[in-house]
């Protein structure tokens, strides 16, 4: 199987005035965790509904597996898993209906996969679906979306409902599983530090349009948050070609900034000041530093809104 699972190529999609994506370009590898972040409306969804073929592309093109989802979709998608973002499963089933419903599609399904993390989660096979607590419903819907082990797992904000144990111990195995296996999971979230935490590269979308796309590692390597200190009073923010934030005041500021902490070190040092701390700087804070702090506090009010 060819080592490119998702190629998406200048894609945009715009619905009325809203650009909802603005020339995006969107590569996934076999065996890669891809997170996608970004602020309410970045345009997270409009690009996975692409993935799944549930938008025909008006202008770009997107391939999975070498295909277009909108013209081969029975090729397409049994090769892909989905947890949708409102979880849309049939609330008059039981657990068990729904597995054996949801197996039927799938030629792959693994019902000792299943049953395994039907125990996991403690979930009665008899009960109803429409019974089920929010959280009990996306352990359901997460289980039909990865029992088959699909080449390519798609989930849209996986931790909504779910709670800090479920999504830091389970959805954590059940992502971990599936790359290890070499399939290919992309996720979008609101929750940085999770995203951190799985991922194997990052996607950031701002208002439909890319900002950054890098592999963790890259992003950690390129990324650094220093503490600095002038020799003299500075009585506006020092401008450095690498800092992409900084905040403080005096002659001690913090800053975050891309490249090497030496070169940024040699810059410094130019203008009068030396670096006292460095470290790698939090997916959040190069978050922030990219998008903006209003909408870092926008994402943080719909968690809690969501809990
Ligand atoms: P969230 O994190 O809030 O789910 P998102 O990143 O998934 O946001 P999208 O749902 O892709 O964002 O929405 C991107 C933009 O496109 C938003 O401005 C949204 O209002 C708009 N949009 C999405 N779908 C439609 C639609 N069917 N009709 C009109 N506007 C839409």
Redesign the pocket.
Known sequence: MSELVVEVNNLSRS??K?K?LDCVDFQANRGKVYGLV?A???????LIKHLLGLLRAKSGTVRILGEDPVKKPASVLKHIGYLS?DRDIPDWMSIDELMRYTNAYHSGWDQSYADELLNTFSLDPAKKIKTLSRGMRAQVALISAVAHRPDLLILDEPSSGLDAVVRKDILNAVVRTISEEGRTVIF?S?LLEEVERLSDHVTMIHQGRVTLDSSLEMINNNHHCSSIRFAEQQHTPPKLESVVAISGEGRFWSAIHEGSTDSFGNTLQKIGGEIVESRHATLEEVFVSKVGREDLREQTQTIEGAK
């Open positions: 619905f009325g809203t909802a970004g309410n409306g970045a345009g997270k969804t409009t973002e979008s609101h």
